[in-house]
């Protein structure tokens, strides 16, 4: 029998389902001052952060709608100034949000928060938090201490993210599966959880695209995407996701996106070092094998699958390379196989 240790995470409660917003009463009960962090489009063309801000009622005490994409060192830094006396901070949004909110509660000494994930990324559960500086790169921390301790999924809180969006995010849920299980070695629970939540992706990422108004496969997409990532901290990243981030910081590339174009890829190079029967195992999970499954997700969910499409020069793949110490030659093939 295998040994080891499980570690878990801040997170104690999750709410999930249609109507799971309502929550966030109990969440902010005994609370002063909620500060809600979201971003310009959910905040100026939707409803939801206004929804927020009523559930919250006399204890709403601001908003801050600049985070952006990759969640630039600068907007953390605003953020955190008018959060200042907050006793319970709120996240609406997708990754950068919630990985901006959790820097900004490490920022004012751990306040309290609730994540409301609008796409899924899942950063809600994860203790790495990336945060760019303003050289283009990563420059974010791993802090324990900084995952919410409340996370609400509520379909109903994703009718307006953008179907690109929602779509990739699925795949970056998928890479957190697949890297997850692949890297993290073996795992009474994760080995569980992970294999479960790719199968569900794997089937529910079309039908969503289908029947994009569908609140109860959007509802079990949620779910599916917080079994790929549910005990982060057990569950090390590969070089699909690690490089998906200097992709996506330094050239702008959305961060689901990044995944489908480096997920294939990498997977074409894995399987070798991977003993057989857990690559038996990631095979049947996804239907097939793994790189020409995840790649045929890609094209059939019509979203982006090359680096070429984005302003990448192929010049600087070797220097992307190379900053992957005892990796260096692992890296330059699944960039070449990706561009």
Same mark, same amino acid.
């Given at each position: 029998m295998d040994k080891g240790t499980h570690e878990a995470l801040r997170t104690r409660r999750v709410h999930f389902g249609p109507g799971s917003l309502d929550k966030l009463k109990d969440e902010s009960e005994g609370r002063e001052k909620a500060f809600v962090v979201t971003g310009r489009s959910l905040n100026e063309e939707t409803d939801l952060v206004r929804r927020v801000e009523g559930l919250l009622g006399g204890k709403h005490s601001g908003t801050c709608a600049g985070i952006?994409?990759? #969640?630039p060192a600068a907007s953390v830094k605003e953020a955190a100034k008018l959060a200042a006396g907050a006793d319970l901070l709120v996240s609406v949004g997708g990754g950068s949000v919630i990985d901006g909110t959790k820097a900004v509660s490490r920022e004012l000494g751990y306040v309290a928060q609730v994540a409301v994930p609008t796409t899924l990324s899942v950063a809600e559960l994860a203790h790495l938090v990336g945060v760019t500086n303003n050289r283009g790169r990563k420059a974010g921390f791993v802090d324990r201490r +900084? =995952?919410?301790? +409340? =996370?609400?999924y509520d379909p109903q809180m994703t009718v307006h993210t953008p179907e690109k969006l929602w779509? %990739? #995010?699925?795949?970056? +849920?998928l890479d957190h599966a697949v890297e997850g299980y692949l890297y993290g070695g073996p795992h009474p629970v994760t080995d569980v959880t992970v294999l479960e939540g790719m199968s569900r992706l794997m089937q529910l990422l079309p039908q969503s695209r289908a029947r994009p108004d569908d609140i109860e496969v959007r509802g079990e997409l949620q779910v599916a995407a917080w079994l790929s990532y549910f005990a982060p901290a057990n569950n090390p990243m590969g070089l699909s996701h690690n490089l998906g981030k200097r992709l996506g910081a330094s050239y702008g590339i959305p961060h689901g996106v990044t995944s489908c174009i480096t997920l294939a890829p990498s997977l074409g190079l894995a399987e070798d070092d991977i003993e057989p029967r857990r690559w038996r195992a990631l095979s049947d999970a996804l239907g097939g094998e793994p790189d020409g499954r995840v790649a045929s997700l890609v094209l059939e969910l019509g979203l982006p699958n090359s680096i070429s499409e984005f302003d990448v020069p192929e010049s600087d793949l070797e220097a992307i390379a %190379?900053?992957?110490?005892?990796?260096?030659d692992r890296a330059l093939a699944i960039l070449k196989r990706a561009y």
């Amino acid at each position: 029998m295998d040994k080891g240790t499980h570690e878990a995470l801040r997170t104690r409660r999750v709410h999930f389902g249609p109507g799971s917003l309502d929550k966030l009463k109990d969440e902010s009960e005994g609370r002063e001052k909620a500060f809600v962090v979201t971003g310009r489009s959910l905040n100026e063309e939707t409803d939801l952060v206004r929804r927020v801000e009523g559930l919250l009622g006399g204890k709403h005490s601001g908003t801050c709608a600049g985070i952006s994409q990759h #969640t630039p060192a600068a907007s953390v830094k605003e953020a955190a100034k008018l959060a200042a006396g907050a006793d319970l901070l709120v996240s609406v949004g997708g990754g950068s949000v919630i990985d901006g909110t959790k820097a900004v509660s490490r920022e004012l000494g751990y306040v309290a928060q609730v994540a409301v994930p609008t796409t899924l990324s899942v950063a809600e559960l994860a203790h790495l938090v990336g945060v760019t500086n303003n050289r283009g790169r990563k420059a974010g921390f791993v802090d324990r201490r +900084a =995952v919410p301790e +409340a =996370v609400i999924y509520d379909p109903q809180m994703t009718v307006h993210t953008p179907e690109k969006l929602w779509l %990739s #995010t699925g795949i970056r +849920a998928l890479d957190h599966a697949v890297e997850g299980y692949l890297y993290g070695g073996p795992h009474p629970v994760t080995d569980v959880t992970v294999l479960e939540g790719m199968s569900r992706l794997m089937q529910l990422l079309p039908q969503s695209r289908a029947r994009p108004d569908d609140i109860e496969v959007r509802g079990e997409l949620q779910v599916a995407a917080w079994l790929s990532y549910f005990a982060p901290a057990n569950n090390p990243m590969g070089l699909s996701h690690n490089l998906g981030k200097r992709l996506g910081a330094s050239y702008g590339i959305p961060h689901g996106v990044t995944s489908c174009i480096t997920l294939a890829p990498s997977l074409g190079l894995a399987e070798d070092d991977i003993e057989p029967r857990r690559w038996r195992a990631l095979s049947d999970a996804l239907g097939g094998e793994p790189d020409g499954r995840v790649a045929s997700l890609v094209l059939e969910l019509g979203l982006p699958n090359s680096i070429s499409e984005f302003d990448v020069p192929e010049s600087d793949l070797e220097a992307i390379a %190379s900053e992957y110490e005892g990796q260096e030659d692992r890296a330059l093939a699944i960039l070449k196989r990706a561009y």
